[in-house]
């Protein structure tokens, strides 16, 4: 039986009331700008624009390649790839969305970053999305005779055709 | 018979679209090391709050790689008491409350990786923990269930308007243009769209106004109300067999106990 409100009821009117009306303001453009306003707020707040308005259409790849002793610069490598086949049971069981995702997240704000700071890479080699590639890469098990190592971002075209270089990094001292 | 508690519902459900994603995590953990493309140690330089001061520190106790696996251990068992464990037995308000903890670690720890079944399963955990402390016929608990509800109707109203505002929805391009990718295109569907583009524009059409109609489930009668969620559930089993989207299955199934017991 109902017996009216409790100091918990309100507690949970306390939580959730905000949490949805914060919902809402995110799904307009100048909510989400309040919203985004503090960083932990839009970690928290939902944003229902799946794939929308504008839905990635492009997958990306990462390449490196080093730069040896002697000076000579190695081919690039294929790294990572957001794409890549994800098995014919991804409908239950996908472990891979998490890299995948996480890669085509980055190399976006990466992308972001890059138009942002109007090619002044300075600025992009202190970027989160830029750091999260360069130790990443960094950590990779390389010949003793490299001395430096770059990596750039390609995006791939349709049906395997050749991808477009879109940024390469400066060669970074191992 | 005792009818079940529409919770009871949500939380098997939410706890088996957990499950799967901590097994998943687990199975890809190696993304989440120090030396992982979501590397703590710096995605951690985001924010001042994450990368110094008291909370910097205490985050950086959760997040380090050991701590870190242990939380993916953590949220397996959790989401299995979910499963078992009904909503007004003790253990569940502990089981809910550390898979709440863990979810907003994962939140709070990079902006990057996470997705909608990630954003609908924090809610759902946190009004699964606010649902066990308000008790049974509370108004708290009912509250938690017109939560769920509302947040399940307001995610198809804000994806249906967020696509058809966009040009490349209404045109049929974005279905062509994703499906065509790898990380969430299908080859097979892609070429028999790419073929169709009239087909592939009526398809948009038809996703973004069933997903801006979604919220009259609320108004219609019952029979008409499950045939919708039926529909949405169908949706959704596309999405993971077409996109890999699996774990929304889960997260958006859940929410439909809810929007059922706020119509019936």
Same mark, same amino acid.
């Given at each position: ?8 009821d ?10 949805? !009306? ?7 453009? #100048?909510g989400?700008? !309040? ?24 997958d990306?790849q990462?390449?490196?390649?080093h730069?040896?002793q002697?000076?000579? +610069? ?8 957001t794409?890549?086949?994800r ?11 998490? #890299?995948?995702?996480?890669?085509f997240? +980055?190399?976006?704000?990466? !992308? ?6 109007r ?8 970027? +989160?999305?830029? !750091?999260?590639?360069a130790?990443h890469l ?12 770059q ?6 075209? #349709? ?12 060669l970074?001292?191992? | ?5 529409p919770?009871?519902?949500v939380?098997?459900?939410?706890g ?13 953990r190696?993304? %989440? ?7 703590w140690?710096?995605?951690? =330089? ?9 909370t910097?520190?205490?985050?950086d106790?959760v ?14 068992l959790?989401?299995l ?15 809910s ?10 939140s ?24 066990s ?7 708290g608990?009912?509250l938690c269930?017109? %939560? ?7 995610s ?22 994703? =499906? ?11 070429? %028999?769209?790419?073929?169709?583009p009239r ?10 106004v %069933? ?11 019952a ?11 169908a ?13 929304f299955?889960f ?14």
């Open positions: 039986m109902f017996d009216g409100p409790t100091w918990i309100a507690f949970v009117a306390l939580v959730l009331g905000p949490w949805f !009306l914060a919902t809402i303001l995110n799904a307009t453009t #100048r989400r700008a !309040l919203v985004f306003r503090s960083e932990v707020l839009s970690r928290l707040v939902p944003q229902w624009n799946f794939f929308a308005p504008t839905p990635g259409e492009h990306f990462l390449l490196y390649r730069q040896i002697d000076g000579r +610069i190695e081919p690039w490598c294929a790294w990572h790839t794409g890549g086949p098995g014919r049971c991804a409908w239950l069981w996908n472990p891979g969305k998490y #890299r995948r995702k996480a890669l997240d +980055i190399t976006v704000l990466l !992308l972001r970053e890059i138009e942002r700071s090619d002044q890479l300075d600025a992009v080699k202190l970027s +989160i999305p830029y !750091l999260l590639i130790n960094a950590a990779l098990p390389r010949p003793r005779d490299v001395v430096a190592w990596f750039t971002v390609v995006r791939l075209e #349709r049906g395997g055709g050749a991808g477009e270089v879109l940024f390469v990094s400066d970074h001292a191992v | 018979m005792e009818l079940m508690d919770l009871d519902m939380s098997i459900l939410t088996a679209g957990l499950l799967l994603s901590a097994l998943e995590t687990w199975s890809s190696a993304v %989440f090391r120090h030396d992982g493309l979501l590397s140690d710096i995605s951690r =330089l985001q924010n001042t709050w994450s990368a110094a001061g008291p910097g520190a205490l985050l106790v997040e380090r790689d050991a701590t870190f696996t242990v939380l993916i251990l953590v949220r397996g959790a989401a008491a979910l499963i078992v464990v009904p909503i007004d037995h003790p253990l569940f308000l502990g089981a409350g550390a898979l709440a903890v863990a979810l907003v670690l994962l709070l720890r990079s902006r990057y990786g996470l997705d909608g079944a990630h954003q609908m399963f924090l809610l759902l955990v946190v009004a699964l923990w606010l649902g402390l308000a008790g049974p016929e509370s108004l608990r009912r269930v017109w %939560f769920i509800a509302g947040q399940a109707a307001l198809y109203l804000v994806a249906g308007l967020a696509k058809l505002g966009s040009e490349r929805w209404r045109s049929g391009g974005a279905l062509i243009g994703i =499906l065509g990718t790898e990380i969430y295109g299908h080859a097979g569907a892609h070429a %028999f769209f790419a073929e169709r087909l592939a524009q009526l398809a948009c059409w038809g996703v973004f %069933f997903e801006i109609a979604f919220p009259v489930v609320f108004v219609l009668p029979e008409l109300a499950v045939g919708m969620l039926i529909a949405a559930l949706f959704h089993l596309v999405n993971a067999v077409l996109m890999g989207l699996n774990t299955l997260a958006f199934a859940a929410t439909y106990p809810a929007i059922l017991a706020v119509v019936l």
